[in-house]
């Protein structure tokens, strides 16, 4: 299973906004980086939507990624 296919099952099961860092932590990536690639690729769907808002983990104002 791909990281992009690990981040959208996720994001579908949990709800809410989440920012990349928190996505890495979650999912035991690696690096952020590996989580912002996924997210930027699913914000290019229909099913997904990235924006600046707060993320539902950590409360920061960032980028972040839901499911829509």
Do not use: P, Y
């Amino acid at each position: 299973m791909t990281i992009v296919q690990r981040i959208s099952i996720w994001l579908r099961e949990v709800g809410g906004a989440h920012c990349d860092d928190c996505i890495a932590i979650e999912l035991g990536l690696a690096r952020r980086q590996q989580a912002n690639r996924a997210s930027n690729a699913l914000s290019s769907t229909l099913n997904f939507s990235r924006e600046r808002g707060f993320c539902s983990l950590c409360g920061a104002e960032k980028k972040v990624i839901k499911a829509v």
